[in-house]
């Protein structure tokens, strides 16, 4: 069955720290695998896309394909970070993980 | 582009009453769908469509219907309103998507809070 875990609900770091959302998978076949945001009162909009190998707002997520992860990452953690994190492998089936929420304290 | 617009943005029902949630995109995507989303859950896929005229159920259609008459607009019916369907909805919609040979990025938009009492 086709499945994404993200196992922090809540992940609360300072600013300036690093901090790293984890996400896993269990999928048929090769999702193509995304990260959404969702700021404070706004929609959900794209973050990266794997396939990209983009670095957006200083993201960047790695896939491990024998763990079946896809972690998001960032060195240095700001404010304007706060947000709620999804994880969304895609493909024939398109599911979207639990959800993180990213608290950055000051 | 005004993007993805959903109307209303919030909602009260009471039990058994209907309502149809609207949706609307101006990027000539073939692709529409409607997520609800609980807390704690992620987003559930109700609805899908790949076009004009072509609908089709996701993970959780029980107490929705969707038509789709043009390429623009795919609204979501709730016929008989319950609790459970206390949710806030999201539209989105893409250019490719599920079961494609490829996925691209949802455009979504900004939501409708629905209660039901």
Known sequence: AQR????EKLLSVFKGAPVE?????????????????Q?????????LRHISRESIKGFTADLNKGETSFHLKKPFAQEEDSAMYYCAPQGGKLIFGQGTELSVKP | NAGVTQTP???ILKIGQSMTLQCTQDMNHNYMYWYRQDPGMGLKLIYYSVGAGITDKGE???GYNVSRSTTE????????????QTSVYFCASSYSGQGAGSTDTQYFGPGTRLTVL
């Open chain 1, 4 to 7: 994404v875990t993200q196992p």
């Open chain 1, 21 to 37: 959302l984890k996400c896993n998978y269990s999928y048929s076949g090769s999702p193509e695998l995304f990260w959404y945001v």
């Open chain 1, 39 to 47: 700021y404070s009162r706004q929609r959900l909009q794209l973050l």
């Open chain 2, 9 to 11: 943005k919030f909602r």
């Open chain 2, 60 to 62: 959780v259609p029980n």
């Open chain 2, 73 to 84: 607009d795919f609204p979501l019916r709730l016929e008989l309103a319950a609790p459970s």
